[in-house]
Protein backbone atom coordinates (compact mmCIF):
# COMPACT_ATOMS: atom_id res chain seq x y z
CA UNK A 1 0.00 0.00 0.00
CA UNK A 2 1.08 3.78 -0.87
CA UNK A 3 1.66 6.26 1.94
CA UNK A 4 3.18 9.26 2.53
CA UNK A 5 2.84 10.27 6.10
CA UNK A 6 3.84 13.96 7.30
CA UNK A 7 5.23 15.74 10.02
CA UNK A 8 3.34 17.07 12.82
CA UNK A 9 1.72 20.32 12.99
CA UNK A 10 4.42 23.28 13.51
CA UNK A 11 3.76 26.67 15.13
CA UNK A 12 6.61 29.11 14.81
CA UNK A 13 7.32 33.02 14.68
CA UNK A 14 8.31 35.12 12.60
CA UNK A 15 11.74 34.71 11.05
CA UNK A 16 11.78 30.83 12.17
CA UNK A 17 13.27 28.57 10.07
CA UNK A 18 11.47 25.32 9.48
CA UNK A 19 11.91 22.05 7.58
CA UNK A 20 8.75 19.76 7.59
CA UNK A 21 8.83 16.09 6.30
CA UNK A 22 7.10 13.66 4.05
CA UNK A 23 7.91 10.27 4.78
CA UNK A 24 6.57 7.39 2.19
CA UNK A 25 6.35 3.73 1.75
CA UNK A 26 4.98 1.03 -0.92
CA UNK A 27 6.33 2.45 -3.68
CA UNK A 28 10.20 2.91 -5.46
CA UNK A 29 11.15 6.15 -4.27
CA UNK A 30 13.29 7.39 -6.71
CA UNK A 31 10.98 6.50 -9.94
CA UNK A 32 8.37 9.00 -9.55
CA UNK A 33 8.15 13.10 -9.18
CA UNK A 34 6.87 13.90 -5.68
CA UNK A 35 5.61 17.54 -5.02
CA UNK A 36 3.75 19.96 -2.59
CA UNK A 37 0.83 21.84 -2.37
CA UNK A 38 -0.26 24.84 0.11
CA UNK A 39 -3.89 25.23 0.99
CA UNK A 40 -4.45 28.83 2.92
CA UNK A 41 -7.06 28.82 5.74
CA UNK A 42 -10.61 28.45 3.85
CA UNK A 43 -9.09 29.03 0.46
CA UNK A 44 -8.33 26.47 -2.82
CA UNK A 45 -5.12 24.67 -3.53
CA UNK A 46 -1.95 25.89 -4.75
CA UNK A 47 0.72 24.00 -6.51
CA UNK A 48 3.89 24.80 -5.03
CA UNK A 49 6.60 22.69 -6.95
CA UNK A 50 7.78 18.93 -7.43
CA UNK A 51 11.27 16.79 -6.90
CA UNK A 52 12.30 14.04 -8.70
CA UNK A 53 14.28 11.65 -6.48
CA UNK A 54 16.16 9.96 -8.72
CA UNK A 55 18.26 13.06 -9.36
CA UNK A 56 17.10 15.71 -7.44
CA UNK A 57 15.63 17.69 -10.35
CA UNK A 58 13.07 20.41 -8.62
CA UNK A 59 10.64 22.49 -10.60
CA UNK A 60 9.65 25.26 -8.79
CA UNK A 61 6.25 27.63 -9.32
CA UNK A 62 7.30 30.86 -10.06
CA UNK A 63 5.27 32.14 -6.88
CA UNK A 64 7.37 30.06 -4.61
CA UNK A 65 11.23 29.94 -6.41
CA UNK A 66 13.09 31.18 -4.08
CA UNK A 67 10.58 31.27 -0.65
CA UNK A 68 11.18 27.70 0.24
CA UNK A 69 13.40 24.79 -0.76
CA UNK A 70 12.37 21.19 -1.61
CA UNK A 71 14.81 17.82 -1.30
CA UNK A 72 15.00 14.53 -0.46
CA UNK A 73 16.52 11.99 1.27
CA UNK A 74 16.48 8.81 -0.27
CA UNK A 75 18.11 6.67 2.24
CA UNK A 76 14.98 7.37 4.20
CA UNK A 77 12.60 7.75 1.43
CA UNK A 78 11.63 10.78 2.84
CA UNK A 79 10.84 14.36 1.06
CA UNK A 80 11.18 17.56 2.76
CA UNK A 81 9.94 21.20 2.69
CA UNK A 82 12.08 23.87 4.37
CA UNK A 83 11.49 27.80 4.84
CA UNK A 84 14.90 29.76 6.16
CA UNK A 85 12.17 32.47 7.38
CA UNK A 86 9.15 31.66 7.95
CA UNK A 87 6.39 34.86 7.50
CA UNK A 88 3.15 34.85 8.81
CA UNK A 89 1.55 34.68 5.02
CA UNK A 90 3.39 31.20 5.26
CA UNK A 91 0.09 29.76 7.79
CA UNK A 92 -1.10 27.31 6.05
CA UNK A 93 -2.07 23.22 5.49
CA UNK A 94 1.05 22.05 3.14
CA UNK A 95 0.80 18.71 1.65
CA UNK A 96 2.74 15.99 -0.17
CA UNK A 97 1.51 14.31 -3.15
CA UNK A 98 2.93 11.86 -5.66
CA UNK A 99 2.61 11.69 -8.88
CA UNK A 100 0.15 9.52 -10.59
CA UNK A 101 2.35 8.14 -12.85
CA UNK A 102 5.65 6.88 -12.18
CA UNK A 103 8.94 5.48 -14.48
CA UNK A 104 9.96 9.76 -14.16
CA UNK A 105 7.17 10.89 -16.04
CA UNK A 106 6.25 14.94 -15.75
CA UNK A 107 3.09 15.37 -16.72
CA UNK A 108 0.66 13.57 -14.42
CA UNK A 109 -1.56 14.67 -11.64
CA UNK A 110 -1.38 14.04 -8.20
CA UNK A 111 -2.13 10.63 -7.05
CA UNK A 112 -1.53 9.57 -3.07
CA UNK A 113 -1.46 12.27 -0.86
CA UNK A 114 -0.25 13.05 2.58
CA UNK A 115 -2.64 13.85 5.55
CA UNK A 116 -0.92 17.27 5.43
CA UNK A 117 0.85 19.58 8.02
CA UNK A 118 -0.48 22.48 9.20
CA UNK A 119 2.00 25.37 9.67
CA UNK A 120 1.10 28.51 11.79
CA UNK A 121 3.25 30.95 12.16
CA UNK A 122 2.23 33.60 14.66
CA UNK A 123 4.31 36.50 17.11
CA UNK B 1 0.14 30.54 -16.59
CA UNK B 2 -3.05 28.76 -17.18
CA UNK B 3 -5.67 29.68 -15.00
CA UNK B 4 -8.50 27.58 -14.11
CA UNK B 5 -11.75 29.32 -13.41
CA UNK B 6 -14.49 26.99 -12.23
CA UNK B 7 -17.90 27.71 -11.57
CA UNK B 8 -20.29 27.65 -9.72
CA UNK B 9 -18.91 29.01 -6.70
CA UNK B 10 -21.07 26.84 -4.58
CA UNK B 11 -23.64 24.14 -6.09
CA UNK B 12 -26.78 23.52 -3.87
CA UNK B 13 -28.13 20.04 -4.43
CA UNK B 14 -30.30 17.12 -3.15
CA UNK B 15 -29.14 13.46 -2.94
CA UNK B 16 -29.91 11.65 -5.90
CA UNK B 17 -29.90 14.92 -8.08
CA UNK B 18 -27.27 15.35 -11.16
CA UNK B 19 -24.35 17.91 -10.36
CA UNK B 20 -22.58 19.79 -12.93
CA UNK B 21 -19.43 21.25 -12.35
CA UNK B 22 -17.82 23.71 -14.95
CA UNK B 23 -13.74 24.49 -14.84
CA UNK B 24 -12.53 26.70 -17.54
CA UNK B 25 -8.97 27.41 -18.66
CA UNK B 26 -7.47 30.53 -19.81
CA UNK B 27 -5.50 28.48 -22.91
CA UNK B 28 -5.74 25.14 -23.75
CA UNK B 29 -4.82 22.53 -21.66
CA UNK B 30 -2.44 20.51 -23.77
CA UNK B 31 -3.17 17.06 -24.45
CA UNK B 32 -6.22 17.38 -22.06
CA UNK B 33 -4.01 16.82 -18.96
CA UNK B 34 -7.12 17.77 -16.78
CA UNK B 35 -7.92 16.23 -13.67
CA UNK B 36 -10.51 16.38 -10.61
CA UNK B 37 -9.72 16.57 -7.26
CA UNK B 38 -12.41 15.56 -4.29
CA UNK B 39 -11.55 17.27 -0.74
CA UNK B 40 -13.79 16.79 1.95
CA UNK B 41 -13.25 18.62 5.30
CA UNK B 42 -10.42 18.16 7.69
CA UNK B 43 -8.89 15.79 4.60
CA UNK B 44 -6.49 15.38 2.04
CA UNK B 45 -7.83 15.80 -1.46
CA UNK B 46 -8.60 12.70 -3.86
CA UNK B 47 -7.55 12.30 -7.37
CA UNK B 48 -11.03 11.56 -8.99
CA UNK B 49 -10.31 11.75 -12.81
CA UNK B 50 -7.07 12.46 -15.00
CA UNK B 51 -6.99 13.21 -18.71
CA UNK B 52 -10.12 14.82 -18.59
CA UNK B 53 -11.88 11.33 -18.06
CA UNK B 54 -10.40 8.47 -17.05
CA UNK B 55 -11.45 7.63 -13.41
CA UNK B 56 -9.31 6.63 -10.92
CA UNK B 57 -8.98 2.89 -9.51
CA UNK B 58 -11.81 2.46 -7.30
CA UNK B 59 -14.11 5.83 -8.08
CA UNK B 60 -17.70 4.87 -9.12
CA UNK B 61 -18.84 5.06 -12.07
CA UNK B 62 -21.36 7.98 -11.43
CA UNK B 63 -18.23 10.56 -11.81
CA UNK B 64 -17.48 11.73 -14.91
CA UNK B 65 -15.15 13.71 -16.57
CA UNK B 66 -15.94 15.72 -19.96
CA UNK B 67 -14.33 18.33 -22.02
CA UNK B 68 -11.23 19.26 -23.65
CA UNK B 69 -9.86 22.56 -25.15
CA UNK B 70 -10.37 25.21 -22.54
CA UNK B 71 -13.68 23.70 -20.98
CA UNK B 72 -14.20 20.52 -19.10
CA UNK B 73 -16.63 19.31 -16.90
CA UNK B 74 -17.16 16.79 -14.11
CA UNK B 75 -20.77 15.40 -13.68
CA UNK B 76 -21.97 13.69 -10.89
CA UNK B 77 -25.00 11.33 -12.10
CA UNK B 78 -26.83 10.68 -9.00
CA UNK B 79 -25.95 12.43 -5.69
CA UNK B 80 -24.60 10.33 -2.47
CA UNK B 81 -24.66 11.63 0.93
CA UNK B 82 -20.63 11.27 0.96
CA UNK B 83 -20.49 12.99 -2.44
CA UNK B 84 -21.02 16.44 -0.75
CA UNK B 85 -17.49 18.33 -0.64
CA UNK B 86 -15.29 20.73 -2.49
CA UNK B 87 -14.27 19.59 -6.53
CA UNK B 88 -10.80 21.03 -7.49
CA UNK B 89 -9.93 20.68 -11.06
CA UNK B 90 -6.13 20.75 -11.85
CA UNK B 91 -4.02 21.26 -15.05
CA UNK B 92 -0.89 19.51 -15.77
CA UNK B 93 0.12 19.66 -19.46
CA UNK B 94 2.07 23.37 -18.55
CA UNK B 95 4.55 24.47 -15.64
CA UNK B 96 3.25 26.20 -13.50
CA UNK B 97 0.46 23.31 -12.89
CA UNK B 98 -2.63 25.28 -11.91
CA UNK B 99 -5.55 24.47 -9.91
CA UNK B 100 -9.02 26.30 -9.86
CA UNK B 101 -10.70 27.67 -6.70
CA UNK B 102 -12.72 25.05 -6.12
CA UNK B 103 -16.50 24.17 -6.27
CA UNK B 104 -17.95 22.94 -2.93
CA UNK B 105 -21.32 21.15 -3.75
CA UNK B 106 -23.39 21.46 -0.77
CA UNK B 107 -26.97 19.67 1.00
CA UNK B 108 -29.46 22.04 -0.61
Known amino acids: EVQLVQSGAEVKKPGESLKISCKVS????????IGWVRQMPGKGLEWMGV????????RYSPSFQGQVTMSVDTSITTAYLQWSSLKASDTAMYYC????????????????WGQGTLVTVSS | EIVLTQSPGTLSLSPGERATLSCRAS???????LAWFQQKPGQAPRLLIY???SRTTGIPDRFSGSGSGTDFTLTISRLEPEDFAVYHC?????????FGQGTKVEVK
Open chain 1, 51 to 58: IYPGDSDT
Open chain 2, 90 to 98: QQYAASPWT
Open chain 2, 27 to 33: QIVGSNY
Open chain 2, 51 to 53: SAS
Open chain 1, 97 to 112: ARLYYGSGSYYSPFGP
Open chain 1, 26 to 33: GYSFTTYW
